[in-house]
């Protein structure tokens, strides 16, 4: 089987279309769909349609199914562009840059009014253009580890043998060993009177008793 030729007004494996012209061929009758209102086959070999773009709403670049581009491009010199679909205000309204943020009233082309007006619970208004949620600071000791927390209390985050030292780093946790001569911590004395009164015995390195 020979390889497809793009140009040759047949549609072979691996094409998409054919737009025709060698020898005076006709484009084939499969077309591409609309690409900004013209159907268009590419001309390398395996001819393929265009990838169709859609349009995307704040790349700068006024797409094709958009009625402007934000902030303001295709709109005039006292409007912004609302969602790529619309410029706004529309004539004979009051022009954008008597809105105020900050004036306490959520106006048109604001989502939300200083300081939290329009938002939910937690949120705080941000430029009169978006709420955002306020993160709580961070409880140690409950148990959480929150952010800010490398672990919480009393090892949560920490390995086996670790503890967990004012929820900012993991710890090893000293193994104390009663009865090899040395008072370790969570020791109170040492056998077999090591810390204790002249008349005194250690008891499990826990208390000296007489």
């Known amino acids: 089987m020979c390889p497809p030729v793009c140009g040759d007004g047949l549609v072979g494996p691996g094409e998409q279309c054919d737009p025709g012209g060698i020898n005076g ?57 609302l969602g790529c679909s619309e410029c706004f205000p529309p004539p004979g309204v009051l022009p954008v840059n008597q809105f105020i943020c900050g004036n306490g009233v959520i106006e048109p082309t604001e989502i939300c009014e200083l300081p939290a007006r329009g938002c939910g619970d937690g949120q705080v208004c941000v430029q009169c253009t978006q709420c955002l949620q306020t993160p709580l600071p961070p409880v140690c000791g409950n148990g959480n580890v929150e952010t800010g927390e490398v672990c919480d209390l009393p090892a949560v985050g920490c390995g086996p043998l670790q503890t967990c030292l004012l929820c900012q780093q993991c710890v090893d946790v000293p193994i104390a060993i009663c009865g090899n001569g040395n008072i370790e911590p969570g020791e109170v004395c040492e056998l077999p009177q090591k810390g204790c009164g002249p008349l005194q015995v250690c008891v499990a390195c826990t208390q000296c008793a007489p």
């Open 25 to 81: 061929a006709a484009p084939s009758e499969r077309a591409c769909p609309p690409f900004n209102g013209v159907q268009q086959c590419g001309l390398t070999t395996p001819c393929q349609c265009p990838a169709v773009q859609l349009p995307t709403c704040g790349n700068d670049t006024l797409d094709s199914g958009e009625a402007c581009e934000l902030p303001a491009i295709g709109c005039g010199p006292e409007q912004v562009c």
